[in-house]
């Protein structure tokens, strides 16, 4: 008898070890992508019918970045509950396209940066540098190029604030490309900024 109220005993403390144990499963992550497109009476069309987006590897996941360069300029962080619903570079690519009117040219984005930099502790922005180049498919020739850098304060040092700042850069980084088209066509000759 003792030796069966023992094993019982013996049963129910492994239960209840196992249950402290168990690790916690983390909660899934929250997924983010770039909001819903501006009215269509907040933006003009912009003059191109194709784009594509590059982007270095590491460039190319889910993970929504952050730098602080105050302490620790060399190393990229990660939010770990936080994702983009796909990688920038595809994020970047759907919103210049939804944003095209079906014009003559194609445009080619090489995008360098997407991230939110803290340069102190609780202060962030959002980072966004790319080229971009435009081509006329017609004569299959490259028309200009150029680097551009656009920052935003983010509202939040924390992942909500970088997806809110990075949703707005990116609606930003169209019209600066749309208005330096433009641009060119008012000069009637392609100017090829620096490289």
Same mark, same amino acid.
């Given at each position: 008898m003792k030796r069966f109220l023992f094993a019982r005993l013996f049963l129910a403390a492994l239960i209840i070890s196992s249950c402290?144990?168990?690790?916690?499963k983390s909660p899934p992550p929250r997924l983010h992508d770039l909001g819903p497109l501006p009215g269509r009476s907040d933006r003009l069309p912009a003059p191109w019918s194709a784009v594509d987006v590059a982007a270095p590897e590491w460039l190319k996941n889910d993970r929504i970045r952050y730098r602080l360069v105050y302490s620790d300029p060399t190393r990229v962080g990660v939010y770990s509950?936080? %994702?983009?619903? !796909?990688?920038?570079?595809?994020?970047?690519?759907?919103?210049?396209?939804?944003?095209?009117?079906?014009?003559?040219?194609?445009?080619?984005?090489?995008?360098q940066e997407f991230e939110q930099i803290f340069e102190r502790p609780g202060q962030a922005k959002a980072l966004i540098r790319f080229r971009a180049s435009v081509h006329d498919?017609?004569?299959? %020739?490259?028309? !200009?190029e150029r680097t551009f850098e656009l920052d935003k304060i983010s509202p939040g040092a924390d992942a909500a604030g970088a997806v809110t700042s990075l949703a707005d850069l990116a609606d930003e980084s169209i019209t600066a490309v749309r208005l330096w088209i433009e641009g060119m066509n008012a000069a009637h000759e392609p100017v090829t900024g620096p490289r």
């Amino acid at each position: 008898m003792k030796r069966f109220l023992f094993a019982r005993l013996f049963l129910a403390a492994l239960i209840i070890s196992s249950c402290t144990f168990t690790p916690e499963k983390s909660p899934p992550p929250r997924l983010h992508d770039l909001g819903p497109l501006p009215g269509r009476s907040d933006r003009l069309p912009a003059p191109w019918s194709a784009v594509d987006v590059a982007a270095p590897e590491w460039l190319k996941n889910d993970r929504i970045r952050y730098r602080l360069v105050y302490s620790d300029p060399t190393r990229v962080g990660v939010y770990s509950l936080d %994702r983009w619903i !796909a990688s920038p570079p595809e994020l970047l690519a759907q919103r210049f396209a939804l944003s095209g009117d079906g014009g003559p040219l194609r445009i080619r984005i090489e995008l360098q940066e997407f991230e939110q930099i803290f340069e102190r502790p609780g202060q962030a922005k959002a980072l966004i540098r790319f080229r971009a180049s435009v081509h006329d498919p017609g004569r299959n %020739r490259r028309l !200009a190029e150029r680097t551009f850098e656009l920052d935003k304060i983010s509202p939040g040092a924390d992942a909500a604030g970088a997806v809110t700042s990075l949703a707005d850069l990116a609606d930003e980084s169209i019209t600066a490309v749309r208005l330096w088209i433009e641009g060119m066509n008012a000069a009637h000759e392609p100017v090829t900024g620096p490289r």
